[in-house]
């Protein structure tokens, strides 16, 4: 915490070592959270001087509401979000499909478990290959939700304040994301 | 609605036990451990009652866990210098 307090009072003073500290104590980190987005290196390498130059430009504004680690990695989500905006159009999931399906409240299919299948094959390339091909039909509320919490490990906390999202929401975002990913693993290794 | 979904209907309410459609919307909580201690006990007694259930959320927290084995990108040393030195000629503009 200390040390946060005095990066933020180097970069608002535009001290050269402050920029160091942001670079060194926080690239990595916001660089990841992009490419999850943005999933070219180059393009990802863009949004990330992109968001190190609205950090510069913003610090004075910035009045500690949150923590400089949060206001980043807020800052970062939104530019990855603005950047896939701007690619080809995604195509729409018809929640019909993914969905479980009920009966009066009661499940009238027999649920596979795949979970059952061998850890090495779950682990495998191209399983997380196939996982984060499908993150990436997500819509953009569900995929930021399910990025930051169970791919990030962010606590409901954090994850809430970057996206501004009640717990409720935030809870319910990470839900249907994560129903589209295991119905979509279903289809792929069950059937 | 058929015969075997009015029977397994009415043996869950006769239980006072959430249905599978309820359990699902619990789910989120069930994993984090932040359901009360009574209804993390009727959703339990409910997966010990339902095969269908016990398979669903077994795979939702396999799903919830595959999060974690994603690849974690990291930056090269030379672009960070490059990054650095961006922001100091950015930040020396008046």
């Known amino acids: 915490m200390k040390e946060e307090t005095t990066l933020l009072e180097g970069l608002k003073k535009g001290m050269e070592s402050a920029y160091r500290g942001l670079v060194e104590g926080y690239s990595d980190r916001l660089f990841r959270i992009i490419s999850r987005f943005v999933r070219n290196p180059e393009e990802a390498k863009e949004v990330l001087q992109t968001v190190f130059l609205k950090v510069i430009e913003n610090i004075q504004k910035f009045e500690g509401n949150s923590s400089l680690y949060t206001w980043l990695y807020r800052i970062a989500v939104n530019e990855a979000l603005m950047r896939i905006r701007s690619q080809k159009p995604r195509r729409e999931i018809s929640w019909e499909e993914v969905l ?12 596979p478990d795949w979970s059952k299948l061998p850890d090495q094959q779950l682990a495998d390339r191209e399983l997380q290959l196939f996982v984060q091909e499908s993150v990436a039909e997500l819509s953009e509320d569900l ?5 930051l919490k169970d791919v990030e490990q962010l606590s409901e906390d954090e994850v809430c304040t970057i996206l501004d999202l009640t717990k409720p929401a935030m809870k319910n975002r990470v839900h249907r994301a994560r ?7 279903e289809e792929r290794y069950v059937r | 609605m058929s015969v075997k979904t009015k029977f397994i209907r009415a043996m869950f309410a006769m239980m006072h036990l959430p ?15 932040a359901l009360d201690s009574s209804t993390m006990k009727v959703v339990g007694r409910h997966l010990k009652a339902c095969k269908n259930c016990q398979r ?9 866990s595959l999060g974690k084995t994603f690849q974690k990108p990291s930056l090269d040393p030379e672009f960070k210098e490059k990054l650095f030195e961006f ?8």
Do not use: M, N, W
């Open chain 2, 56 to 64: 669903f959320i077994a795979a939702y927290r396999k799903t919830a």
């Open chain 2, 19 to 33: 249905t599978c459609e309820e359990v699902e919307q619990f789910a989120y909580d069930f994993l984090e451990g």
């Open chain 1, 179 to 185: 129903l589209f990913l295991r119905k979509r693993i």
């Open chain 2, 87 to 94: 922001l100091s000629h950015q930040g020396g503009r008046p």
């Open chain 1, 100 to 111: 479980p399906h009920y009966e009066d409240g009661i499940r009238t299919f027999e649920v």
């Open chain 1, 143 to 147: 995929k930021a939700a399910y990025l």
